[in-house]
């Protein structure tokens, strides 16, 4: 994929393992391609990335479908097939990629639908199911390979503020349950005060402030303290103080 412009001029963080990371920013700056880059959908042009000490630059085909199967995506949109069940499509890939039976991989999605909060829906279309429950279903088709490195984008976009924190929570439980590794782009301020260890700004395609959240909270002329800065009061003593 070309691009007129350049999105992506100066980005430079690193994920640790365990944590949530947040990098935050307005709509339009390049927070997708970050995420679609980072999982080898998009080719960058410059620079290098690592996945657990690996370099993707030098990745082969078959590299790609060993990383793909350990780093699960949560897509803006979901990403459900409308065709399927719900089950298919939390097993798609090992439908696609495994020798498993078709009953082996049910029983799988309907673990993995569990851990999610969700139970008897196995058998239905995903158009029969509310916005919050289709954004747990594609986290539960994230996790059916194992994958212990999650990405999401905007994962609280479009969902009401009840079912955005009952993701928030969700994606709080896998951490401490799973010991997940959660790599997030949002816009959402809210979200980030609850959900994040480390924060960084993505503005004018450079990654900016990036450090843990004790650090920004310390130093007010971070940008990232500024991009808070209209929620001063919870930045400095709202749900940042729960947030390890």
């Known amino acids: 994929m070309e691009f007129e412009r350049p999105i992506l001029k100066g980005v430079n963080f690193r994920v640790e393992e365990g944590k949530n990371t947040v990098i935050i920013g307005a709509s339009g700056v390049g927070k997708t391609v970050l995420l679609k880059t980072i999982l080898g959908l998009i080719r960058q042009q410059q620079g290098r990335i690592f996945i657990q000490g690996k370099e993707t630059t030098l990745f082969s ?8 199967r350990e780093i699960g995506m949560v897509f803006q949109g979901n990403a459900l097939f409308d065709s399927i069940s719900v089950w298919e499509n939390v097993g798609f890939y090992l439908l696609e990629h495994s020798d498993l039976s078709q009953a082996e991989i049910r029983k799988e999605a309907s673990r993995v639908l569990s851990l999610v909060g969700l139970k008897g829906v196995e058998d239905l279309k995903p158009d029969k199911l509310s916005g919050g429950m289709k954004k747990r279903v594609a986290l539960a088709r994230s996790l059916i390979s194992s994958a212990q ?4 984008d905007e994962p609280t976009a479009g969902l009401d503020p009840i079912a955005g924190e ?10 401490k349950k799973l010991g ?17 260890n480390h924060i960084g700004l993505l503005s004018d395609g450079k990654v900016v402030g990036f450090a843990p959240v004790s650090e920004i909270k310390a130093n007010k002329n971070s940008p990232v303290y500024n991009f808070f800065r209209p929620h001063e009061t919870d930045f400095l003593g709202g749900p940042f103080e729960d947030v390890r």
């Open 180 to 196: 997940t590794t959660t790599l997030v782009v949002t816009h959402d301020r809210n979200f980030t005060l609850r959900v994040a």
């Open 166 to 175: 009952s993701i928030e929570n969700l994606i709080l439980d896998l951490q």
């Open 149 to 152: 490195i999650i990405l999401f």
């Open 61 to 68: 085909r078959g590299d790609w479908t060993k990383a793909r």
